[in-house]
Every structure is written in structure tokens, then in C-alpha cells.
């Protein structure tokens, strides 16, 4: 973008000199590189615009604003002597305006194909086609190239057939990506285990057919696909751009909510056989297997399933299912000001307990059980509905789920099944 603006700049009080009907071609002729360059670039990641970028946004756009207003008085002062007539616009019809003119016919095109494939890339996404869909594809854009190259004469020839070919292109390089992910997975892992995960709104990918340049899912906000290689404690990552067909290392973060997948040396091999079974996923340094029949869900992060599953909570609360979750790696947050010792749990008295139930907060935070710290929190937010949450950090991991308050004697008790349940889901 930056390159255009500045030629746009460069020479846009030069091109006031110059007769209108070419002044106006050289200006639409800019601005079709201009929308093809940001086309193919891309946006720029909002981690690298710092103030540096912004100051030279601001001002290549100021000269460029100043080079488009002095061709805008130009045109005014042409009409307003009477001398903005079609035939001025059109201009000589010389062999060389007629190359012009379809040279700008086929950036036309070139503009129209790019919207095009990303349209369709929008539309077909989320389908298992894969590379048969992008051959499809490439297909149908030749013989619509064949029809207008027989069919249309001229300007509508060179920007139909442009628009087609272009389309054709992206398709046939797209066909390839496939191949180019897994590649690039395997040679990002360098032999450690390894998958391909998606958003945690996004389907999980099970068939190599999703990975196809128009069947990759796109998603609205952050990574449309990741791979994650696992060496033990440490995760490694980098998300796949379509635009550079390339994974870009990068950094997951919590916040942005990856869907977990189960990482393995032969993870290929298995995708290509259909063997990716999602209900096993690698958290932090374990892979953990968890029933459907819990309605895992399972982060790069965490594994959360619901609590009315497990019949053995039945303290669990009776006005909502909640939910019994494991963060790796997570921290408590500090205590607020009024938090008590755990011991004021067993101390309660039933007039503590009708001034709790009555709105009053209570939290109860400290160490317990050597290297476990537990944290209690009553009657706040989602919790007023006389649920308490209970949050136990090990060296490990955070565990939370919710607990009645009627069974909050009972937390240490509730804790140690929780934190038992999870390791019977992990496998490694």
C-alpha cells in the first residue's frame, strides 16, 4: 500500500499537466494496483502497528489527499469552462489509448478475480472437498475464460477472461495447499508431536479434506488454523497464513480461545485415515480422553466439562448445570481485602449463615493440604443463586467448580473428587 501512495504522490501534481482523458486513466490505473496490493498483502497485524506506522500512514495519505484534491480542481476548472465533454474524457482513439484502455480492463479483472476467490473462499468454507473442490473450481474459471475469449469482443473480453484466468490462478495455486500445511506442520514440529487446531467456535479438523484452499474454515477473528507441536512441559505454535501459504510462528493466548487437538508423531498419517478422534486432546504437558457423555470442552488452555454429568458431585447446584474446569498452568488472582481463613468455614454459625444467604459476600482463601491453595467464593454475580465457586491452584494446574452453599462444609471433600476425576480423564 505504501509503494502505491507513494507513486500516487509522487506524481499526482505531475499528472495535473497532463491532458484529462489520460489524467483520468493514470488515476483508475493507480487505484486498481492500489486495490490489488491490498488485496494480496493483507491487512497489517495490529501488533505491528506502532507509532512509526501510524505517523507514515498519516503522512502518505496527507500527500496523497493534497495530489488527488489538485486533480479534483483541475476537473472542476474543465467543467466549469465547458471543456469536460465526452469526447475530451475518451480522447484520441489512438493504438496506443486502445492498449491503455485494455490494460486497464485486464487490472480490472485481476481486481474482480481476487474478490471473487475470497468471496468463494468465505462462502465454501467449512466443507471437506478439499482439493477436488479447488480443481472444481479452476475448472468451471477456464471454461468461463474459453466462453469470453469466443464469446465477447474488446474491453468485455480482456476483463472477463482476465477475471477468470486470475481466478483459475488462485484456485491452481491454492490446490496445492493441502500438501503445503502438512509440510510445513511436520517441518514446524522438527519430529516432536504434533496437530492442526482450530477456533473454539470453528469445527475441529478430523479429515484432511478441510484443509483445502476454498474449504479451510475462516474465521471472522483470530488464526483460521494452528499448529501445535508439544516437547513435553513447553507448547510450541504458529498459525498458517493463506496469503504468504506459510505457518507464521506465533504466541497462543488464552483470550483468544484455540480448540485443543490431540498431538502425535503421525498425526498426518492419521488424518489422511479419518483416525483424529476429538474427544482426545493434548492440555499443557498431558493428553486427556474425555467421554462425550460429559460435553468436554477442550482448550489449548483448559478442559471444561459439565458438572450434572458426574453423578458423584451431588452437592453439585440443582437451579443450573455449572461446570467443573482445569486450567494448566493458571494462578490464583489475590484475594480480595475481606477474604477469610479457610478455618472460618467450620466455624460458621447459623447466624453467619443467614446473613450470607441474606446477600452478604463471603470468601474464603489459604493454603491447604501441603501444596494446594484453595479459594471460596459465596453468593456474588452468577453465584447469588446460593452457588458458591471453588478454585483449588495446585503446582500444576487450577481446578474450579461450583459447589451449593448448603454443602460447603463439605469443599475439601468436593475438591479432592474433582481433582481425582480429571486424572482419570488423562492419559499421559
Sequence with gaps: ???????????????????????????????LLFAIER?????????????GYALGQAILTLIALIAAAAIAVRMAIAAGRGGLTMAVIRGPETPERVVFDRLLAALLGAVTALLLGHALATV???????????????GLALCGAGIALVALRAGPQVFAASGFLGLAAIAAFGAGQSDRILTGAQSFAEGDPWCLATGARAEPITAAGQLGFFSLQKAEFGWH?????????????????????????????????????????????????????????????????????????MLTDRVRIRSDAYAKVTWRSETEPGHL?????????????????????????????????????????????????????????????????????????????????????RWAEAADEVIALFADFRRL
Excluded at 39 to 51: A, E, N, T, Y
Design 1 to 31: 500500500m505504501e509503494g502505491i501512495l507513494l507513486i500516487f504522490s509522487a506524481f499526482g501534481l505531475f499528472l495535473i499537466l497532463l491532458p484529462l482523458d489520460l489524467t483520468w486513466r493514470l488515476v483508475v490505473m493507480l487505484a
Design 39 to 51: 488485496l494480496i498483502s493483507g491487512p497489517v497485524h495490529w501488533s505491528d502497528q506502532g507509532l
Design 124 to 138: 465454501l468454507a467449512g466443507t471437506s472437498w478439499g482439493r477436488t473442490l479447488d480443481l472444481a473450481v479452476l
Design 225 to 297: 488454523l494452528v499448529v501445535l507441536a508439544h516437547d513435553g512441559a513447553e507448547t510450541r505454535a504458529a498459525h498458517w497464513s493463506v496469503r504468504s501459504q506459510a505457518f507464521v510462528p506465533t504466541r497462543i493466548v488464552a483470550s483468544v480461545g484455540m480448540r485443543a487437538c490431540h498431538a502425535r508423531t503421525d498425526y498426518a498419517q492419521a488424518l489422511a485415515a479419518g483416525q483424529i478422534d476429538t474427544r482426545v486432546a493434548t492440555v499443557g504437558p498431558h493428553t486427556y480422553a474425555v467421554p462425550e457423555g460429559f460435553a468436554p470442552e
Design 325 to 409: 474446569e482445569l486450567r494448566h498452568g493458571a494462578k490464583l488472582r489475590p484475594p480480595p481485602d475481606e477474604a477469610r481463613p479457610l478455618s472460618a468455614i467450620d466455624t460458621l454459625r447459623s447466624e453467619d449463615r443467614v446473613q450470607i444467604l441474606a446477600g452478604t459476600r463471603f470468601v474464603a482463601d489459604g493454603p491447604y493440604g501441603g501444596d494446594r491453595h484453595a479459594r471460596i467464593s459465596c453468593l456474588r454475580g452468577r453465584y447469588s443463586d446460593q452457588n458458591c465457586s471453588v478454585e483449588v491452584e495446585t503446582p500444576e494446574a487450577l481446578y474450579e467448580f461450583d459447589l451449593r452453599f448448603a454443602d460447603i462444609a
